[in-house]
Every structure is written in structure tokens, then in C-alpha cells.
């Protein structure tokens, strides 16, 4: 039975900090098929740093994305994420699934900076047929104010929440299905949205460091309108590529260095662990990602063959799905929600 029930449909909400992204995929046909696509740009300032200001417009721009994709029940997948969720692989004795529960909360004190008493834990036995005396886990903590507030918000939309994942690991969820070839060696995923870019650094397909880097498109089109004097409607409109005249990609090189830097030292850090020779392969999606110059700018920067990636890459969409602009025009924005909607409960 799916999470909704016998309709076997699921629906993946995201919240960014620019745009609202809904996706609804049927699992019925053994292969899931994405039978929904609906989006709707956020008034700017509603969320900044991941901090919603203003929680009835959003409300309200989540109600009108729900409501333009017709969705026929009330329950979505949705995900939280930013400073208040800590993903971290620790170690632990080797012991079974239930006694590790009962010790998990014990251990997440030595990893977590925060008081337990407010704190929402899930763990994951990384190597559970291994035979030596430890084992891997990968330990996910989250604020219970941060859920608690996702909740909320999503009740004002009129909305449930069926499952309440985290957003790197709906990442890694889309990213997995359409890129299975990819989970070997080390993979950087780099999902640049508005504000805030979520990298995942995988070592043989798990996410062994998380982290969020304060850098967006955002970021970029201040600096045009602040250092070119555009107007935002300008230079917004060259961030999606369709103005000439400006030398974006020259810009956009000087102004990647934070995000690249911030892939190097989480990079630096596996290598230090497990001694390897760094990153093999860099993925971005998010709407930032198609900013024209950013992947041949991280690439050179990093001298690591760069990829934009299509979490529809083998997803089945259906011929219903009704946009305003083809599909794969929009694709690399659609990472998070694909994977929140290819959840199962």
C-alpha cells in the first residue's frame, strides 16, 4: 500500500526560498511515473536563511501551487533542513537494530551541539551484515522546533504531512534513481537553489558529509544589480540567459569561489579520514545550477568533470503533465521534490 493509501500516489513539497515546487508521481505501474508538475515563485524576503517571515504569504503561495497541480488529497512529503539538522556517520559498538535504538540518544550527546530534550533523532546501521567489533551509522538529528514549524505551515495550506524527510537525503533519493551508475567512488551532489546550496559529499553512495553554504542565485544577481547597476527584472532575466550584452560567465567565475571552496574543504576532509584522492565527479541541480557559467566555473575551479543532472534522467513523465516550458527546461530545479515524491512510507 502506498502512503496515500490504495492510490499509491505520492506528492513531494518543496519549500525553497525562491520558488514553491510540487511534484506528484504515480507508483502504481511498478515504474514511477510523474503525473504532476506544479511551481510558483515566492514574494522575495517571505523565507531568508531558511527563516519563513512572513508564514501567510507562503501559506498562501503553497495553497496556490497545491491548488494549480488539482491534487486530490491533503497529504504531501515534505523535508526540512539548514543548521538545525546535523547528518553525521559515527561509529558504534556492533550490536542489532533495537539495542542500538535504546543507545542512539546516549550516543548523539558526543555528536550533537544541541540539548537532546529538543531534539528529534533517526539512525541508519551503514554496514549491517559486517563482522567486525564497530560499525558504521549514519546519525540524523533535527530541532523538533524546525519539524514542529514545517508542520504548522503546512496545516495553515490546509495540508498533512505523510512523511517529514530531510532534504539532503531526498536528494540523494532523486539523485540515486536517475544516477544508480554514480554510487561508487567519491560524488559531490551540489544542489544551488535561491539562497542556500545543500552539498553532499557520497562515498560509495552514502552521504558521509552534509552541509549547507550560504551561496544562491540570489547572491549573484545582487552583485549584478549592485556592481552592473541592472535593475532586478534585468538581471534576473540574464541569470536565466535570455539577455545579452552582459559577460555573465566571466562574472559568474569570480563569484563561485565561496561555493567552490566550501566543496574543497568537505572534500579535504573525507581524503583526511579515508586517505583517497578526492572528489571524481561533481553533479549539480537546483535552479542556480543553469545559471549560465556556473558548472564550467566549478569545473575549472575545481578540476573535477562537472555535470548538471536530470533527476527525470529515468523517470517516466507523463504526457498530462501541463507547463508553461518543456520539462527539461526545468528539470535541475525539480531535484529536491522528485525525491521527496519518490519517497515511500
Known sequence: MGIFGRSKV??????????????????????????????????????VEGEIMDPVLVAETVRTVVDNAELSRAEVVAAVGGHDVIIKKIQMDRMGHEEARDLIRWEAHQHVPFDMESVQLDFQI???DGSGPQMSV?????????????????????????????????????????????????????NIGHETTNMSI??????????????????????LQR???????????????????VDLEGFVAERVDELAVGIERAVAFITAQSGGDGVDRVFLSGGGS???????????RLGVTTHIANPLERVAVSADVNLKVAVDEVAPMLMLPVGLAMRRA
Open 290 to 300: 543553469q545559471v549560465p557559467g556556473v558548472a564550467r566555473a566549478l569545473a575549472d
Open 10 to 47: 505520492t506528492a513531494g513539497l518543496d519549500i525553497g526560498s525562491g520558488f514553491v515546487k510540487l511534484v506528484v508521481v504515480d507508483h502504481s505501474r511498478g515504474d514511477p511515473e510523474i503525473v504532476k508538475i506544479a511551481t510558483g515563485p515566492l514574494v522575495q524576503d517571505a523565507i
Open 126 to 128: 551503514l554496514d549491517p
Open 202 to 223: 557520497m562515498e560509495d553512495g552514502i552521504p558521509v558529509v552534509v552541509r549547507d553554504i550560504p551561496f544562491g542565485s540570489r547572491r549573484i544577481r545582487e552583485a
Open 138 to 190: 549514519l546519525l540524523v538529528a533535527a530541532k523538533r522546533e524546525l519539524i514542529e514549524n514545517r508542520l504548522a505551515l503546512l496545516a495553515d495550506a490546509g495540508l498533512r504531512a505523510a512523511v517529514v524527510d530531510v532534504n539532503a537525503f531526498a536528494l540523494h533519493n532523486a539523485f540515486e534513481h536517475s544516477y544508480p551508475d554514480s554510487m561508487v567512488g567519491v560524488v559531490a551532489l551540489v
Open 227 to 245: 556592481e552592473r547597476g541592472l535593475t532586478a527584472e534585468r538581471a534576473e532575466a540574464v541569470l536565466q540567459g535570455g539577455e545579452d550584452g
